[in-house]
């Protein structure tokens, strides 16, 4: 499923977050969108979950521009859409088993003993066995994590979006939430939609990467064009630099 | 330093737009949540959980508090009657007040404070932790499944409260007089069965199911839109119960001129 964003604008208040982002997500390609904080990432993508509306410019998604279609229209298009959230979202009255069957039972007809079999293969697909019966109290941040990816690929969608996966998991963690991002995309052949600070985990699994700065695409490409680049603004933010063109916000 | 009056005049125009802004979202909450009562799926299972919350688990406060209000009304009503031998009157006039007036206002007050606040942070909870979020993407509509069983829940099973904390005051105010300050029970029946109307009961029962809908639309509303963290969450509950609370004294007094 490929996503062509084009001209998208979006400001809260007198503050333009968006301010013209034109951008193409390849159809069963991982694309990593980088950037500082509080440049647009997260705006970005509450747009293309239609958490929020545009206030300008188009998002199409197989054609389809979802900025312009009723709610009941893009209902059912988000039904292609598996979204990890930062903090996993899980439900923390439901069970990890209930948490990955919810959206078996919620857009399915299947039988109760064919959900559990989904959810016992998906758990197994993130590296986690026997904890159908625990609540995400009980799981540690990795855990949680893994149930949401379970979670998010129950339905078998055709676009995965991770926003920061990696944030707040140690480096072994960090990669072996990696590995499965791109296991998962490997073995689903979905569009993969990353967010993310972990440039190493960055290189590792992208297809293209684009990086925000102030509201717009200031470079989009393949990992390779990224350690090649010359533009200040990335090369600082790759290499982790407090100097340069890049400032901190007060 | 000089008060600027045209400051105050700022103040007041934000404060009166920031309370515009909010009836507006508590009465589209409202609409949307009795909207979707009709429209598929009908979410049976979360109704019945709604109301065993807000309903089963809330009786035993509200027998408590009618058991108690019944028995110091009839304590308190019998020190003004004697002093012009009309003790007779206990019975009948503990019911017409428990009936019209305490009963739906004092159990949608106490459920106010155990429901309302429960809903706020429940809800915000969700919200900051992007659960509510994540049912978006799943293509299921939050206000459908979070906000329309706990409001019609809450509508059904606030006259069903209303009724239990009647009854137990009439008991407790039953036993006070009977056996404590010596009157005739029979005649505490009859003259009970013969001043209280049906209507009486009925519109209590209406009022009690309007503050249903005000104590769970004001704590989705304030948990749904709860930003800012734990701070946030608290600031929610903590908002649902006042707002509540005073809206439902508010709505008593329009509904006790208009209905009876």
């Given at each position: 499923?490929?996503?062509?964003?084009?001209?998208?604008?979006?400001?809260?208040g007198?503050?333009?977050?968006?301010?013209?982002?034109?951008?193409?997500?390849?159809?069963?390609?991982?694309?990593v969108i980088?950037?500082?904080?509080?440049?647009?990432?997260?705006?970005?993508?509450?747009?293309i979950i239609?958490?929020?509306?545009?206030d300008?410019?188009?998002?199409?998604?197989n054609?389809?521009?979802?900025?312009?279609?009723?709610?009941?229209?893009?209902?059912?298009i988000?039904?292609?859409?598996?979204?990890?959230?930062?903090s996993?979202?899980l439900?923390?009255?439901?069970?990890t088993?209930?948490?990955?069957a919810?959206?078996?039972?919620?857009?399915?007809?299947?039988?109760e003993?064919?959900i559990?079999?989904?959810?016992?293969?998906?758990?197994?697909?993130v590296?986690?066995?026997?904890?159908?019966s625990?609540?995400p109290?009980?799981?540690?941040?990795?855990?949680?994590?893994?149930v949401?990816?379970?979670r998010?690929?129950?339905?078998?969608?055709k676009?995965l979006?991770?926003?920061e996966?990696?944030t707040?998991?140690?480096?072994?963690?960090?990669?072996?939430?990696d590995?499965l991002?791109?296991?998962?995309?490997?073995?689903?052949?979905?569009t993969?939609?990353v967010?993310?600070?972990?440039?190493?985990?960055?290189y590792?699994?992208?297809?293209?990467?684009a990086m925000?700065?102030?509201?717009?695409?200031?470079?989009?490409?393949?990992?390779?064009?990224?350690?090649?680049?010359?533009?200040?603004?990335?090369?600082?933010f790759?290499?982790?630099?407090?100097?340069g063109?890049?400032?901190?916000e007060? | 330093?000089?008060?600027?009056?045209?400051?105050?005049?700022?103040?007041?125009?934000?404060?009166?737009t920031?309370?515009?802004?909010?009836?507006?979202?508590?009465?589209?909450?409202?609409?949307?949540?009795?909207?979707?009562?009709?429209?598929?799926p009908?979410?049976?299972?979360?109704?019945?959980?709604?109301?065993?919350?807000?309903?089963?688990?809330s009786?035993?406060?509200v027998?408590?508090?009618?058991?108690?209000?019944?028995?110091?009304f009839?304590?308190?009503?019998?020190?003004?009657f004697?002093?012009?031998?009309?003790?007779?009157?206990?019975?009948?006039?503990?019911?017409?007040?428990?009936?019209?007036?305490?009963?739906?206002?004092?159990?949608?007050?106490?459920?106010?404070?155990?429901?309302?606040s429960?809903?706020?942070?429940?809800l915000?909870?969700?919200?900051?932790?992007?659960q509510?979020?994540?049912?978006?993407?799943?293509?299921?509509?939050?206000?459908?499944?979070?906000?329309?069983?706990r409001?019609?829940?809450?509508?059904?099973?606030?006259?069903?409260?209303?009724?239990?904390?009647?009854?137990i005051?009439?008991?407790?105010?039953?036993?006070?007089?009977?056996?404590?300050?010596?009157?005739?029970?029979?005649?505490?029946?009859?003259?009970?069965?013969?001043?209280?109307?049906?209507?009486d009961?009925?519109?209590g029962?209406?009022?009690?199911?309007?503050?249903g809908?005000?104590?769970?639309?004001?704590?989705?509303?304030?948990?749904?839109?709860?930003?800012?963290?734990?701070?946030?969450?608290?600031?929610a509950?903590?908002?649902?119960?006042?707002?509540?609370?005073?809206?439902?004294?508010?709505?008593?007094?329009?509904?006790?001129?208009?209905?009876?």
């Amino acid at each position: 499923m490929q996503i062509d964003i084009k001209g998208l604008k979006k400001s809260f208040g007198s503050n333009l977050v968006l301010e013209g982002i034109d951008l193409t997500i390849e159809d069963g390609k991982t694309t990593v969108i980088i950037g500082q904080t509080g440049c647009g990432k997260s705006v970005l993508i509450k747009h293309i979950i239609g958490l929020l509306r545009p206030d300008e410019g188009e998002i199409v998604v197989n054609g389809v521009d979802i900025t312009k279609v009723t709610r009941k229209e893009f209902s059912d298009i988000l039904k292609n859409f598996g979204v990890l959230f930062q903090s996993a979202a899980l439900f923390d009255s439901m069970t990890t088993g209930e948490n990955v069957a919810f959206p078996l039972r919620e857009h399915t007809n299947l039988p109760e003993s064919r959900i559990m079999e989904i959810v016992k293969e998906k758990l197994a697909i993130v590296g986690l066995k026997g904890v159908e019966s625990r609540y995400p109290a009980e799981l540690s941040g990795g855990m949680k994590k893994r149930v949401g990816l379970a979670r998010a690929i129950a339905l078998d969608p055709k676009v995965l979006i991770f926003d920061e996966p990696t944030t707040g998991l140690d480096p072994v963690m960090s990669d072996t939430i990696d590995n499965l991002i791109m296991n998962t995309q490997k073995r689903l052949g979905v569009t993969s939609i990353v967010i993310s600070h972990d440039i190493p985990g960055t290189y590792k699994i992208a297809h293209r990467i684009a990086m925000l700065y102030k509201g717009t695409v200031v470079l989009y490409g393949s990992p390779d064009d990224f350690k090649s680049t010359k533009d200040p603004i990335v090369r600082q933010f790759l290499e982790r630099r407090a100097e340069g063109p890049l400032q901190v916000e007060a | 330093m000089t008060l600027n009056p045209f400051n105050i005049f700022e103040y007041i125009g934000e404060k009166f737009t920031l309370f515009l802004e909010e009836l507006g979202g508590i009465f589209s909450t409202f609409l949307q949540s009795f909207g979707f009562i009709v429209v598929p799926p009908f979410r049976f299972r979360l109704f019945l959980k709604q109301m065993e919350f807000i309903g089963v688990e809330s009786s035993f406060i509200v027998l408590l508090t009618g058991a108690f209000t019944g028995m110091v009304f009839a304590l308190q009503t019998s020190y003004a009657f004697k002093l012009f031998g009309a003790e007779n009157l206990i019975g009948p006039s503990v019911a017409l007040s428990l009936t019209r007036e305490l009963g739906p206002v004092l159990t949608a007050l106490m459920v106010t404070g155990r429901v309302g606040s429960a809903m706020a942070a429940e809800l915000g909870t969700m919200r900051v932790t992007e659960q509510i979020d994540a049912l978006y993407t799943m293509s299921i509509n939050p206000v459908q499944y979070l906000v329309t069983p706990r409001v019609s829940s809450s509508v059904v099973m606030l006259p069903m409260l209303t009724v239990l904390f009647d009854f137990i005051g009439i008991i407790g105010s039953y036993f006070m007089a009977v056996f404590l300050l010596g009157l005739n029970g029979e005649r505490f029946i009859n003259d009970t069965i013969y001043m209280v109307d049906l209507k009486d009961i009925y519109i209590g029962l209406l009022k009690a199911a309007v503050f249903g809908a005000i104590i769970s639309v004001v704590g989705c509303y304030k948990g749904y839109f709860a930003e800012k963290g734990a701070e946030g969450v608290g600031k929610a509950a903590t908002q649902a119960v006042v707002i509540a609370s005073v809206s439902i004294l508010i709505a008593d007094y329009f509904l006790t001129a208009l209905l009876f």
